[in-house]
C-alpha cells in the first residue's frame, strides 16, 4: 500500500552504504521512521536537516515495520532558518527535544500541526527570537498533554519562576522582548527540561542545548 504524507524531520540514522532511516513526525503515523535506500549523497542529505518538513511517498510492507519513504520534497525551503546559524542551531536543539521526548510509536493528536506552525514561526521571525526555545518549551508540554500552569513549574524553576510566569502569560511578541542574559536563559531552558523529563519518565540528555549556550551566551 502507499500513501502520501508529510514528515517533520527529526533525526537521521545512516543504514548501509547510501540509505538512511529517518525518524520523523506525521499527521498519519505520528512518530515513525522510516527507510530511505539511495540516500547518501550530499546533494540529497540536505532535505534530511533537522525539522525540514517533507512531503513523501511511504510504501507500507505486510512483512516488516519499517515502511520505505520514497519520491521526497521539500514542502517549505525554509531559507530563513537554513541561511542563519542561530535558527539552525535552534532547530537542531527543538528536533532532538522531540525525537527524545515523543516515543517511537506515540500519535499525539495535533502535535504535527503545532510542530509545522512552529517551524514556520521560526522562518519567519527577522529579529528578536534569542527565546524562541524556551517558548517552545513550554508550548511543547502544552502539546504534549500536560497543560502546566505557572504553579505547576514552580517546583522546577525555583527562582526563574517569575520570568517563567511570565513567558506563560504574555503575548508571543512580548514574550521574545523578555530581557535574560545567557546565563538565566540557559538555565530556565535546562529548568523546563527538567519539567519535560517529569512527565514523560524519561532521561531526555539533549546535547544540543551546549550549542545554543555558546551561541547565545
Same mark, same amino acid.
Not at 546533494?43 to 512531503?55: G, H, K, R
Not at 522562518?123 to 504553579?151: C, K, Q, T, V
Given at each position: 500500500?502507499?500513501?502520501?504524507? !508529510?514528515?517533520?524531520?527529526?533525526?537521521?540514522?545512516k543504514f548501509g552504504e547510501n540509505s538512511i532511516v529517518i525518524h520523523t513526525l506525521s499527521k498519519e503515523y505520528?512518530?515513525?521512521?522510516?527507510?530511505?535506500?539511495?540516500?547518501?549523497?550530499?546533494?540529497?542529505?540536505?532535505?534530511?536537516?533537522?525539522?525540514?518538513?517533507?512531503?513523501? !511517498?511511504?510504501?507500507?510492507?505486510?512483512?516488516?515495520?519499517?515502511?520505505?519513504?520514497?519520491?521526497?520534497?521539500?514542502?517549505?525551503?525554509?531559507?530563513?532558518?537554513?541561511?542563519?546559524?542561530?535558527?539552525?542551531?535552534?532547530?537542531?536543539?527543538?528536533? !532532538?527535544?522531540?525525537?527524545?521526548?515523543?516515543?517511537?510509536?506515540?500519535?499525539?493528536?495535533?502535535?504535527?500541526?503545532?510542530?509545522?506552525?512552529?517551524?514556520?514561526?521560526?522562518?519567519?521571525?527577522?529579529?528578536?527570537?534569542?527565546?524562541?526555545?524556551?517558548?517552545?518549551?513550554?508550548?511543547?508540554?502544552?502539546?504534549?498533554?500536560?497543560?502546566?500552569?505557572?504553579?505547576?513549574?514552580?517546583?522546577?524553576?525555583?527562582?526563574?519562576?517569575?520570568?517563567?510566569?511570565?513567558?506563560?502569560?504574555?503575548?508571543?511578541?512580548?514574550?521574545?522582548?523578555?530581557?535574560?542574559?545567557?546565563?538565566?536563559?540557559?538555565?530556565?531552558?535546562?529548568?523546563?527540561?527538567?519539567?519535560?523529563?517529569?512527565?514523560? !519518565?524519561?532521561?531526555?540528555?539533549?546535547?544540543?542545548?551546549?550549542?545554543?549556550?555558546?551561541?547565545?551566551?
Amino acid at each position: 500500500m502507499v500513501k502520501v504524507t !508529510e514528515l517533520i524531520i527529526l533525526h537521521t540514522t545512516k543504514f548501509g552504504e547510501n540509505s538512511i532511516v529517518i525518524h520523523t513526525l506525521s499527521k498519519e503515523y505520528g512518530r515513525r521512521s522510516f527507510m530511505v535506500r539511495g540516500a547518501g549523497k550530499k546533494s540529497v542529505m540536505t532535505l534530511f536537516q533537522p525539522l525540514s518538513v517533507l512531503e513523501a !511517498e511511504i510504501h507500507e510492507s505486510s512483512i516488516s515495520k519499517l515502511y520505505t519513504a520514497k519520491h521526497l520534497t521539500s514542502k517549505h525551503p525554509l531559507l530563513g532558518i537554513r541561511n542563519n546559524i542561530y535558527k539552525n542551531s535552534m532547530t537542531m536543539f527543538m528536533s !532532538e527535544v522531540l525525537y527524545r521526548a515523543v516515543k517511537d510509536g506515540a500519535a499525539e493528536q495535533g502535535l504535527f500541526e503545532w510542530c509545522e506552525k512552529d517551524i514556520l514561526l521560526l522562518d519567519a521571525i527577522e529579529n528578536d527570537f534569542s527565546n524562541f526555545h524556551i517558548r517552545f518549551l513550554l508550548e511543547f508540554a502544552i502539546a504534549l498533554g500536560f497543560s502546566p500552569e505557572s504553579r505547576d513549574l514552580q517546583p522546577f524553576v525555583g527562582d526563574h519562576y517569575p520570568i517563567v510566569e511570565r513567558f506563560m502569560k504574555e503575548p508571543f511578541a512580548a514574550s521574545m522582548l523578555i530581557p535574560l542574559n545567557g546565563q538565566t536563559r540557559n538555565d530556565i531552558a535546562d529548568e523546563i527540561l527538567r519539567y519535560i523529563e517529569f512527565h514523560t !519518565e524519561s532521561a531526555l540528555n539533549v546535547n544540543s542545548l551546549k550549542v545554543l549556550r555558546e551561541l547565545f551566551a
